[in-house]
């Protein structure tokens, strides 16, 4: 732990941050990889409806890439779900 006069940094909590976040972009991507595979979808549909690189629909449904929450709502779009249910 490391003390200032402004703040306290703590690497264990920082980790443990870390972990959090990991385990929310993972779970993300597992949801997006479900519907969009249950919808019979491809990732270049998805692409295509996105405008992007399949290698970036590639890194979010991998939890290597954080989506904006415009992008949430552009990929439900694509999928003709409402953004919430890539939330669950």
Same mark, same amino acid.
């Given at each position: ?12 909590? #920082? ?28 990732? #270049? #549909? ?43």
């Amino acid at each position: 732990m490391v003390s200032g006069a402004i703040f306290t940094y703590n690497a264990t909590s #920082d980790k443990m941050w870390i972990t959090i976040m990991t385990e929310i972009s993972s779970k993300f991507g597992q949801t997006l990889k479900r519907i969009r595979t249950k919808k019979k979808m491809s990732q #270049d #549909d998805i692409t295509r409806a996105l405008e992007v690189d399949r290698g970036y629909i590639s890194n979010i449904e991998n939890g290597k890439k954080n989506p904006t929450l415009a992008t949430i709502k552009k990929l439900a779009d694509a999928l003709g779900i409402p953004a919430g249910e890539l939330l669950k």
